[in-house]
């Protein structure tokens, strides 16, 4: 009976998007699926709204109000422009950059939110071809702008696109605006309520005049310049994965004084289907396969990749045997903030003022790196807009050095209020030239970090659950764990646990009640054990899955240790992974 149900109110919802107000094509698309027999993607489509998010939106393209398509961008792009009307109101002018990049549709989906934006009065600089995510952020600033959107949806897999909106900042909307936006959002019923005609005099292409500003900044953040020179002919592979990167990544490394970049030609080529690999993650081996084997052939000293949107960097590096293996998202964050540190600490340049920030569920191995130089700390959500929260309330009273996720973000300077892998990649080569200024390897300078702060090993684990079952089923796991709190994880007692849900915490040492001191909730689970060990759950925000994030600690010696101490470590995970059940 509830399956009818849904079928009914499903059908009810498709039926209004065969009125005149939508085109034909859609019309027909949408006859198509209430026709077919197996009624599976017609209730995928319809069966809810796909929600503009604190992040927008993101979602597989097609009809349907749960899809991604000229209605479902339109209607975002229309609450945020009767937003910045009602926000700005006292402006003369309301500014935005509209920016997208090399995924199918995103073009036309840019091009149909700057008519949106200009309709509504509001003036848009849009990009004349597509270009990183972190420069549409750079360019909201540059140009004094109240907003800007990127279509984009990351490093999913092709079928997806997205829409991330930016406030004045340059910096994903937080509270009260992210909220606010969204009731707007959820105020345009249906295709009448999206004003589509534009005006073009309120329009404005922009291009290179905005790569040679963001180039020439991205730069000035180098800190070894005179290294950089000494070494400036090794060989670097480099990789956008058929995405956006290839527009400023290469030329950003020649302007830092890099002369022997090697491209992977087959993956050059600007495509939505990214037709060489299966998915155009920088996290996944097979989406640097072809780098590698590139690295290999002309004995490269480091691979770069950026993904489609050039904001996630994934680095490959040979390790102590001469083979090629990638660095997870926590050694690169890692490698970051050390050479970020330890560099301005050699140029005598750290005053005491300086700070980094990290995400909960990154490695705390960053902490004790911060700590050790008298470097404060901050801990955010995950999402960069959280690291961008903590730059803007101390502009002007401390000095931000770097900030990274797991997820292969990390954003070297603060001109820039997003990941930036442009800048990203500059500042790994330039870490890799001072590494072998040393006489080591980038390979061999993780090490050194592990002998001197401690080993971490540290896996993620995602489990996909696709569609409405999906959703539902994440939802049941999350309840299951909140209920049942582990008092052990892999025989070592939990000594604090965090629920952010709630923003409560318990010290099981002291027996104490804890208070979590957070800008706001978020549904993350976290438990240290007395051994060190650290384990976070959290569902996606962007993406049909949960997430397990395993983190184990250990003391060694040498880097004679280091084999040793990774498989007690992998040996202790999939213990966790058994307590967990996943």
Known sequence: M?????????????????????????????????????????????YKDLEFGTGGLRGIMGVGTNRMNIYTVGAATQGLSNYLRNEFANLQQIKVVVGFDCRNNSRMFANISADIFSANGIKVYIFDDLRPTPEVSYAIRKLGCQSGIIITASHNPKEYNGYKAYWDDGAQMIAPHDKNTIVEVN?????NDIKFKANKHLIEIIGKEIDDEYIKDIKNISLSPNIIERHKDMKIVYTPIHGTGVRLIPAALSA???????????????????????????????????????????????????????????????????????LTGHQIATLFVYYMIARRKELDQLTGNEYIVKTIVTTETIHTIAKSYGVRMFNVYTGFKWIADVIRKNENKQKYIGGGEESFGFLCQDFVRDKDAVSACCIFAEA???????????????????????????????????????????????????????????????????????????????????????????????????????????????????????????????????????????????????????
């Open 187 to 191: 105020k345009i019923k249906n295709a």
């Open 432 to 582: 890799t030239a001072w590494a072998r200024e040393q006489g080591l390897s980038i390979y061999q300078l993780l090490q050194k970090i592990y002998v001197t702060f401690g080993y971490s090993k540290e896996v993620n684990l995602s489990v996909v659950k696709k569609g409405k079952s999906g959703a539902e089923e994440i939802e049941k796991m999350m309840k299951q764990y909140r209920e049942n709190p582990l008092t052990e994880i892999a025989g070592s007692k939990v000594a604090l646990r965090y629920d952010y849900a709630s923003l409560k915490g318990h010290d099981y040492v002291d027996g104490e009640e804890l208070t979590l001191n957070m800008p706001t909730t978020s549904n993350v689970l976290q438990y240290f054990t007395e051994d060190g060990t650290k384990v976070s759950i959290r569902p996606s925000g962007t993406e049909p899955k949960i997430k397990f994030y395993f983190e184990v600690h250990t003391k060694i010696k040498s880097t004679d240790d280091i084999k040793s101490a990774e498989q007690a470590a992998l040996t202790k995970i999939e213990s966790i992974k058994q307590s967990l059940g996943v």
């Open 2 to 46: 509830e399956d009818d149900e849904l079928l009914k109110v499903v059908r009810q919802k498709a039926q209004v998007w065969l009125g005149c107000e939508y085109d034909e094509d859609t019309r027909a698309r949408v006859k198509e699926l209430l026709d077919a027999e197996n009624s599976t993607e017609l209730i995928e489509s319809f």
């Open 256 to 326: 830092f004084g890099f002369t022997g970049i090697v491209h992977v030609p087959e993956q050059d080529e600007v495509s939505g289907n990214f037709p060489t690999v299966v998915s155009p993650n920088p996290e996944e081996p097979a989406a640097l396969a072809m780098a590698v084997n590139k690295a290999k052939e002309v004995d490269a000293e480091l691979v770069l990749a950026s993904d489609p949107d050039a904001d996630r960097v994934g680095a490959a590096v040979k390790n102590e045997h001469g083979e090629w293996v990638l």
